[in-house]
């Protein structure tokens, strides 16, 4: 799967993340290029390590209290929606 193009917006403000990282760090703007994409390929494996662990399928209730608190800390937003029923009216369990 192709990654969408970047609109010109997002290929400005990924140039100055890259520009600012690199005056922060002191190096080269292809260095700061290289680890900003090893910066965001962590981030993302973070979030689907989180996003894994706090699974449905899981069944372990002190492994997902768990993956929430390393969720929070982390900086994610949690939303736990385990306490809540699901409403009668729920759009998923209509019918035509």
């Not at 600012?20 to 900003?36: H, I, K, P």
């Not at 706090?54 to 800390?73: D, N």
């Amino acid at each position: 799967m192709k990654k969408p193009r970047l609109t010109r917006a997002e290929q400005l403000a990924r140039h100055r993340k890259i520009f600012l990282l690199a005056r922060e760090r002191d190096v080269a703007l292809v260095e700061a290029e290289q680890l900003l994409a090893r910066e965001e390929w962590a981030a993302a494996q973070e979030r689907l390590r989180v996003v894994t662990m706090c699974g449905r399928g899981q069944g372990k209730s002190v492994a997902t209290e768990a993956a929430l608190t390393a969720a929070a800390e982390a900086g994610f937003r949690v939303l736990d929606l385990r306490g809540r029923p699901i409403p009668d009216d729920a759009p998923w369990m209509m019918r035509d």
